[in-house]
């Protein structure tokens, strides 16, 4: 038995160019793989996900990337250099986790937020992934918009009863917003799993897309410099060495 499943609008890249810029981001940024070799190759990842977040018209996401990018970098160069003692480590501290993990957010955010289940999912059977990574992977696509959405609803309804910063009960905002949102982010999350079952995620039968996905343009265009940039990286490292 086959199971249909349907299909919005696709995005710029394919499912699985975003992944591939998503495990570079972590890669080579959060987690400084090649060291001083790969350091114009950061730079460049670091701006990446911001073309992407404006070509998906993520415009406050986009300013909020290239404000703090652009401070971040000012103070390494700039200022971080004159100072010294505990000032020169806050400086340090500030930059590296601005443009460290601030990039992975950003390429998480851009991924979630323009790929649907059905992309995902069909992206996930071309490269033949298992069901047991395929099936959670598409509920947490599913889960933060989803979870985001109720905490601004929570947001709002404390903010009626004078429950936010500045008001009179700003004290209780912990136990008034926290608390319902780990209880709604649970009951979300089971609710998900339990309509990704019934729509067949998991099942014996072969599954089918409506959806069509492929590489296009801009997919050869990321892919090709995320190879060349890590190419580059390891001779200049052999160079170097």
């Keep these: 038995m086959e199971i249909l499943s349907s299909c919005r609008k696709r995005s710029l890249l394919d499912p699985r160019t975003k992944l591939l810029l998503l495990a570079f981001v972590s890669v080579f940024l959060l987690g400084n793989a090649g060291g001083d070799a790969t350091a114009e190759f950061r730079v460049v990842l670091n701006y990446i996900p911001l ?72 992206a996930m059977e071309k490269i033949h992934m298992p069901q047991c990574i395929t099936i959670p992977l598409s509920v947490m696509f599913r889960f933060f918009p989803t979870v985001m959405e109720e905490a601004g609803s929570i947001n709002k309804a404390m903010a009626m009863r004078d429950i936010k910063f500045g008001g ?61 940039g890590l190419g580059f990286s390891i001779i200049r490292s052999f160079i170097g060495g």
């Design 51 to 122: 073309l992407f977040l404006l070509s998906a018209r993520r415009w406050k996401a986009f300013l909020f990337g290239v404000i703090f990018y652009t401070c971040a970098y000012a103070l390494s160069v700039f200022v971080m250099p004159e100072c010294k003692g505990f000032l020169n480590f806050l400086l340090l501290a500030m930059c590296g986790i601005v443009l460290r993990f601030l990039p992975g957010i950003l390429t998480g955010m851009y991924v979630v937020s323009t790929t649907t289940v059905s992309e995902f999912i069909c």
């Design 168 to 228: 009179t009960k700003a004290l209780q905002m912990i136990e008034y917003r926290m608390i319902p949102m780990m209880t709604c982010s649970v009951k979300i999350g089971q609710e998900l799993s339990a309509a990704s079952l019934t729509r067949g995620l998991g099942g014996p039968g072969k599954r089918t897309n409506i959806c069509k996905i492929g590489f296009g343009f801009w997919d050869f265009v990321v892919i090709i410099g995320l190879v060349g």
